[in-house]
């Protein structure tokens, strides 16, 4: 997975949008980040899941999702090694990250693996 395939991907959800934080690019949608490219170097991305799905996807990939070192961590902010991640997962995690924190309004129900 490239920096960019992860752009592409992030931005074909709905209402999704490309913004700056902290130096690096992220991806929100209804003013909220669900994704970020870039930290802590271009090798990484960042999804923002409920800390219970965070947990799931570390346990079955820990060289793919690993939780943000501290709080932002512990709230759910996972790391996502981008030469390792095919995909179908990144494409799942996304969509979890997205309808994490996504507008009511905008979400839709998410499949059970």
Same mark, same amino acid.
């Given at each position: 997975? =490239?920096?960019?395939?992860?752009?592409?991907?992030? $931005?074909?959800?709905p209402e999704a949008v490309e913004s700056q934080h902290m130096g690096? /690019? *992220?991806?929100?949608?209804?003013?909220?980040?669900?994704? =970020?490219?870039?930290? #802590? *170097?271009?090798?990484?991305?960042?999804?923002?899941? #409920? /800390?219970?799905?965070?947990a799931r996807l570390y346990e079955a990939s820990p060289e793919v999702?690993? #939780?943000?070192?501290?709080?932002?961590?512990?709230?759910?902010? =996972?790391?996502?090694? +981008?030469?390792?991640?095919?995909?179908?997962? +990144?494409?799942?995690? +996304? *969509?979890?990250?997205?309808?994490?924190?996504? /507008?009511? =309004? $905008?979400?839709? #129900?998410? /499949?059970? *693996?």
């Amino acid at each position: 997975m =490239t920096p960019n395939q992860f752009r592409k991907m992030a $931005l074909s959800l709905p209402e999704a949008v490309e913004s700056q934080h902290m130096g690096h /690019p *992220d991806f929100r949608v209804g003013g909220k980040i669900f994704a =970020t490219l870039g930290y #802590p *170097d271009q090798k990484w991305g960042m999804v923002k899941l #409920p /800390p219970e799905q965070q947990a799931r996807l570390y346990e079955a990939s820990p060289e793919v999702f690993i #939780p943000v070192p501290g709080v932002w961590g512990r709230r759910g902010a =996972t790391r996502v090694q +981008l030469k390792a991640v095919k995909a179908v997962a +990144l494409r799942k995690a +996304l *969509d979890a990250a997205w309808q994490h924190v996504a /507008p009511k =309004t $905008l979400r839709k #129900p998410v /499949p059970e *693996d």
